[in-house]
């Protein structure tokens, strides 16, 4: 899967099942967490969902808000960790 694939559907299943109010839309960019479009239970099941989509595990500690600022943060984050 390349990066902007894996990108893409991180975008899709965040506005189709976290985003707070989806008609807004939403930018890769854009701070989801600072900006209450998605809460900390939406955090979680999209942890579950890259590890059932992409097999991947993040580790407690890396549950950061750092890491899941942004869909951009987030794949950021998976690249660092060599998750191409």
């Known amino acids: ?7 893409r559907t991180i975008m899709e299943y965040v506005s189709a099942e976290l985003l707070i109010d989806p008609e807004e839309g939403l930018d890769e960019h854009e701070e989801i967490l600072a900006s209450g ?7 979680m099941r999209l942890v579950f969902f ?4 992409f097999s991947i595990t993040i580790p407690n500690e ?4 750092e890491n ?5 943060a987030l794949d950021r984050y998976l690249r660092r960790y060599g998750h191409d």
């Open 1 to 7: 899967m390349t990066m902007v694939t894996r990108r």
């Open 37 to 43: 479009r998605i809460d900390s239970m939406s955090v």
């Open 50 to 53: 890259i590890k059932d989509e």
């Open 62 to 65: 890396d549950l950061v808000v």
């Open 68 to 72: 899941f600022q942004s869909i951009d």
